[in-house]
């Protein structure tokens, strides 16, 4: 029998984040590759779900998301951004983010159309385009004064006729990068320019460290009406198990993302959302405290990372650090991701997989510090045989 997967997906194998998850079991390493965290999320809202289960929400919820949800992100919204979506027409929950995105591209692109992505991207990004027949066009981020950003000529130079949507991740993985005011101004320029559909993944949106601020695309002039916002509960409340996310933009292209959506998966789970809708409206303080103790989680692996000789990126928010791993005489990620369980008992994740030239990412290494204090420890502890 030939190849039966089509050509479009064979570039797609295994995830980086199965192989190297499975390493870490195979090795009894310390997983500090795939971005999910050991802790909990608010009690009150497991109990919510844990009652809307004994409750009887166990069958199909409304193909646009229950109408609590979708209320409760509307209000969401207006409070910390002063945007304005109707519940019912422009909004739409979705199962995680990663499906909103994929129900996004695949509603809006045909066949070679292009997508401009900022690399290194989320790995679905590359997966949902090829899924459409459309284009990558990479912008790719490089370190300038200790930070990840976009050379601005780079930008618009990937805009062209069969330019359709542009992917903007910010808080950025795996970077850790936020976009500033004007980084976000000139990539408004271009989507206003070319008449492209922003299309903005915000997953991270309440953790950002150091008094950075995150903006959504969508508040900036013009924008409103062309950005396709999309989050979810799983990073803000650690829950990254219930996959439940959800899309705000025009009626329009919300439209257009449900056509798609409801042949994916209909709809997600009901006991979830009742959950979600709670802790959008009444536990935030709780997010508050887990942004806190994040920024000081990343201090302490950035100060191990440091001391076994890693050069560090200081990420301005994400679950994320960024290092090169020059400086400890390597120069592929892959491979020292591969052997880095024997050499030290850690396992991470190489940046150059999220790239589509990968010879600019292939000495970067990513390491997640989402974990107990504890195991981070424990991890430094480890790594520090690789400068020993």
């Known amino acids: ?71 409760a ?11 304005d979506y109707d519940p019912d027409g422009e909004i739409l929950v979705t199962v995680g983010a990663t499906e909103a ?24 990004y590359a997966a949902a385009i090829s899924l459409a027949g459309a284009v990558r066009r990479p912008v790719t981020l490089r370190p300038v004064d200790g930070r990840f950003t976009f050379d601005p000529a780079e930008l618009r130079a990937a805009a062209g006729p069969r330019t359709r949507a542009i992917l903007v991740n910010s808080p950025h993985n795996p970077t850790g990068t936020v976009f500033t005011y004007d980084e976000l101004t000139m990539i408004a320029d271009v989507v206003r320019e070319h ?65 798609v959506k409801q042949f994916l998966t209909f709809t997600s789970g009901a006991p979830w959302q009742l959950a979600v809708a709670h802790g959008l409206r009444e536990e935030l ?13 990343r201090d302490r692996l950035m100060a191990g990372l440091t001391s076994a ?12 650090v960024q290092t090169d791993i020059r400086p400890l005489g390597f120069t592929d990620g892959l491979d020292l991701a591969r052997r880095l369980p024997e050499l030290a008992g850690v396992v991470a994740i190489p940046t150059q997989v999220f790239y589509d030239r990968r010879d600019l990412g292939r000495h970067f290494v990513r390491f997640a510090f989402c974990k107990k204090d504890e195991v981070i420890d424990e991890a430094v502890a480890r790594l520090a045989r690789l400068n020993g």
């Open 1 to 71: 029998m030939s190849e039966p997967l089509v050509a479009r997906m064979r570039e797609f194998g295994t995830t980086v984040f199965a192989e190297m998850t499975a390493l870490a079991v195979r090795t009894a390493s310390i997983n500090l590759g795939q971005g999910f965290p050991d802790t909990d999320g608010p009690p009150a809202m497991l109990e919510r779900a844990v009652a809307a289960i004994r409750d009887g929400f166990n069958q199909y919820p409304p193909g646009p998301g229950l109408p609590e949800l979708r209320q």
């Open 73 to 83: 992100v509307a209000e969401h919204r207006k409070q910390h951004y002063g945007l």
């Open 101 to 124: 995105i994929s129900a996004v591209v695949l509603a809006l692109c045909e066949p070679g159309d292009e997508v401009i992505v900022f690399e290194p991207y989320y790995d679905s």
């Open 195 to 259: 008449d492209l559909v922003a299309v903005t993944d915000e997953v991270y949106e309440h953790l950002t460290y150091d008094g950075v601020e995150h903006i959504p695309l969508a508040t900036l002039p013009g924008m409103r009406e062309r950005t396709v916002m999309i989050s979810s509960a799983g990073k803000t409340f650690s829950v990254t198990g219930w996959k439940t996310g959800w899309i705000c933009a025009p009626r329009g292209l919300v439209t257009a993302a449900q056509t």
């Open 285 to 297: 303080a709780w997010v508050g405290g887990l942004r806190d103790g994040l920024a000081a989680k």
């Open 309 to 320: 000789g890693f050069e560090v990126y200081r990420p301005a928010g994400t679950y994320f």
